[in-house]
């Protein structure tokens, strides 16, 4: 008998997917055909066959976990390897992304990753909250709009669209992080310079309360990472308070589509705005608790700040989607509860006079000749604004904060070594960007490998995070 057929076949469960009580969860972005299957519910037998994996399976267990053979359970000769480093991964044909930065990513047959195999069917996929395309002047507020600027690009493109372009009375919102970038405190200093029609505003948190904020984010996230969302919790009084029509944040194309392959955000979620049987069926229900009926975007509003003040709404919870991010800057504001307390009275007014910011988006795309281009925007900004660039300035993708590596890093171990389920959100947006952003292939794999902090070495800022923690409360 040859020595091939005397060989024990021993079986391995596949690499990414990972046995959590009685479901099999799988690490990674599969390909279009099973791309958001990554749960599989099984028996307590065909759990106990997992857990004693790899061995020699007898044809009886086989044929327990028949469904299972192939794609979760395989032969050694099929286990794939995660790689430990850029130049060692498997890249898609068409764009940047690739097996290291997004580990578990499957190419289809022609090379394509999950991205680029659905781009046609998400070209759609625009934004969450509602695109608009102009802003009247408003009669009602000092301000037609007021936008969370933090100085980096996609604030400023913004800030610049509105207040040059549109010649719109804005309100700038800045919340002052301990780790804003120095260009960035130089940029906002150079727009105050630049545009007549806006007026700047800064609020802070107190070093104490903001600790502990950060410790329990940290503890829950190992990152401190709460832009926007203390942002909207410190400004919404604000907003209220001027009778605000409008506010925007500095969100680009990628940011938005992100969200539907990380799984936070169904496809009904990027056209809920324009859905006026589920608009109806709202309103419905306020008027009959003697609400005024909401308008676009304040439906989005009310719902986030809601989820700020009280917690994640329990239909998010049902549904399957939910954004771990946000949950977990929702807990952790709650370690400091007086903070709530002018939002909660804010969402209290607001709702019952119908007095809400509209909460809306601007297209980048469409507003930046057809194309968000990076290096084109970059110019204008330049010389209209006085932007400054980071000290790196090949650096494109979230130019604002210092530790913004410390929140990729983490995001990308916890995901690389399957301790969560959230794929790290700059590894997304980077591949997203790379298809049309017009930087070239090059520039886009420096940003990748240098600037991000996608890498299982820990970047140097990760100790001003904790340096700011370790302070004594």
């Not at 690009?153 to 120095?182: C, G, H, N, Q």
């Not at 609020?203 to 942002?231: F, G, I, M, Q």
Request: with cysteine; glycine share 4%; charged share 25%.
């Amino acid at each position: 008998m040859p020595e091939t057929e005397l060989r024990t076949q021993i079986y391995y469960l596949q690499s990414r997917w990972k046995l959590e009580g009685d479901k099999l969860y799988y690490y990674g972005l599969r390909s279009r055909e099973n791309m958001f299957q990554n749960r599989v519910s099984i028996s307590k037998r065909q759990a106990k066959i997992i857990s004693s994996l790899p061995k020699e399976l007898k044809d009886a267990e086989k044929k327990l976990i028949d469904k299972l053979l192939g794609v979760q359970v395989v032969c050694e000769s099929d286990l794939r390897k995660t790689p430990g480093s850029l130049s060692e991964a498997a890249f898609c044909v068409s764009c940047c992304a690739n097996d290291f930065i997004i580990p578990g990513l499957e190419f289809d047959e022609n090379g394509l990753c999950p991205m680029c195999q659905t781009a046609e069917e998400t070209k759609k996929l625009r934004s969450v909250v509602p695109i608009i395309d102009d802003i009247p002047h408003c009669s009602k507020s000092r301000f037609d709009a007021a936008l969370f600027y933090t100085g980096g690009k996609d604030s400023t493109f913004l800030l610049y669209y509105l207040a040059k372009v549109k010649k719109l009375r804005v309100l700038a919102l800045t919340w002052e992080i301990p780790f804003m970038s120095d260009s960035a405190r130089q940029s906002i200093e150079n727009a105050k310079k630049s545009f007549d029609n806006v007026e700047f505003i800064s609020h802070s948190v107190s070093k104490n309360d903001l600790r502990r904020v950060y410790k329990k984010l940290y503890s829950l996230s190992e990152n401190t990472c709460a832009c926007p969302s203390l942002a909207y919790l410190l400004f919404y009084p604000v907003l209220v308070e001027n009778r605000i029509p409008y506010f925007l944040a500095g969100n680009e194309p990628v940011q938005m589509l992100g969200l539907y392959y990380n799984q936070m955000a169904p496809k009904i979620a990027y056209s809920f705005a324009n859905n006026k049987f589920l608009t109806f069926l709202f309103n419905a229900g306020r008027i009959l608790t003697l609400h005024p009926p909401l308008k676009q975007g304040q439906f989005q509003t009310l719902m986030m700040m809601k989820q700020l003040a009280y917690g994640n709404n329990p239909i998010l919870k049902i549904s399957g989607y939910s954004n771990k991010l946000v949950n977990d800057v929702v807990e952790a504001i709650h370690e400091v509860p007086w903070l709530l307390t002018p939002l909660k009275r804010s969402i209290r007014r607001s709702s019952w006079s119908g007095n809400v910011p509209a909460f809306v988006h601007f297209d980048f795309d469409m507003i930046f000749e057809g194309t968000y281009d990076w290096n084109k925007v970059k110019h204008v900004l330049v010389s209209e604004c006085g932007w400054v660039a980071p000290s790196e300035d090949k650096k494109a993708l979230h130019t604002s904060c210092k530790i913004e590596k410390c929140k990729d890093h983490s995001q990308f171990v916890r995901f690389y070594n399957c301790r969560s389920k959230m794929i790290p959100f700059s590894a997304i947006e980077i591949c997203l960007a790379s298809r049309n952003c017009g930087r070239t292939k090059e520039e886009m794999m420096y940003e990748m490998e240098h600037l991000l902090g996608l890498s299982l070495d820990e970047p140097k800022e990760c100790a001003l995070m904790r340096e700011y923690m370790g302070e004594s409360i």
